[in-house]
């Protein structure tokens, strides 16, 4: 049941951006970005015990979720960037909504699957808190990177 779970994640995050695809080359970096600064988290949780995958689509990987930060991650980001509203005060309820619905899908999957498992004090405010401030980090890293080029 939990690989389904994560097929389903896969299969809603392709469909999501194959509807939204027009335009989203020039997102591609900052998606890029946002995936290894997923696995970047994944290591330090791997490091300090905060959470764990304990059903993966490789079991061979064990300190990431392929699923999260390969497929959703860059989805999301490339969406979240592409109808990003202009003003600050929209940015934060344009965080705030994506935010919300991402840590209340993560709280389900850890609560009622075992696809994910929370240790060590680690819990849902702390995934709220980091995707929170993740998506001004990665649309800062789309600003300074669409500067450049």
């Known amino acids: 049941m939990e690989i ?24 591609i970096p900052a998606a890029m970005f946002a995936s290894l600064y997923a696995n970047v988290w994944c290591y330090i949780a791997e490091h300090f015990n905060l959470w764990s995958y304990q059903y993966k689509l490789f079991p061979g990987v064990r300190d990431i979720s392929v699923t999260a930060n390969m497929i959703v991650v860059p989805v999301a980001v490339i969406i979240w960037l592409k109808h990003m509203p202009k003003t600050l005060k929209g940015k934060f309820m344009w965080a705030f909504v994506w935010t919300t619905g991402l840590t209340l899908i993560e709280f389900i999957i850890e609560k009622y699957t075992g696809v994910l498992t929370y240790h060590n004090g680690y819990a849902w405010y702390h995934s709220y808190i980091l995707w929170f401030l993740s998506w001004f980090i990665w649309s800062g890293y789309y600003l300074w990177q669409s500067k450049r080029c």
């Open 4 to 27: 389904l779970i994560q097929y389903v994640i896969i299969a809603a995050s392709l469909i999501a951006l194959f509807f939204d695809r027009k335009g989203i080359t020039k997102y």
